[in-house]
Nanobody, 121 residues
């Protein structure tokens, strides 16, 4: 069974940094895009950053100069480095990956359980 497990959330002061990590485990053939989403209270879940299987990255404008997404294909992990955090960055952050279990099956989306980021002084 495929699982995504996140770690690294917590409480940080404005201007501080955190590093979120997500590891995929289980039996699968390959991982396509890996993403980080976030959901703040009362708001819809939004895509924050994506890294493709070939390593191309993109992120939303509000975090582009502050957050960095990266992946390690050998370890099946995706990280999100969060710098210069602002109170509006507080949310539950979710890891998402499009995973191909077998070549004969279509890829599926998998989600982690979420890790909370609190930005407060």
């Amino acid at each position: 069974q495929v699982r995504l497990v996140e770690s690294g959330g917590g409480l940080v002061q404005p201007g501080g940094s955190l590093r979120l990590s997500c590891a995929a485990s289980g039996n699968f053939f390959s991982i396509n895009d890996m993403c980080w989403y976030r959901q703040a209270p009362g708001k819809q879940r939004e895509l924050v950053a994506v890294v493709t299987g070939r390593g191309s990255v993109n992120s939303i404008d509000s975090v582009k100069d502050r957050f960095t997404i990266s992946r390690d294909n050998a370890k099946n992990t995706v990280d999100l480095q969060l710098n210069s955090l602002k109170p509006e960055d507080a949310a539950v952050y979710y890891c998402n990956a499009e995973i191909l279990i077998k070549l004969v099956l279509p890829p599926r989306d998998y989600w982690g359980q979420g890790t909370q980021v609190i930005v407060s002084s």
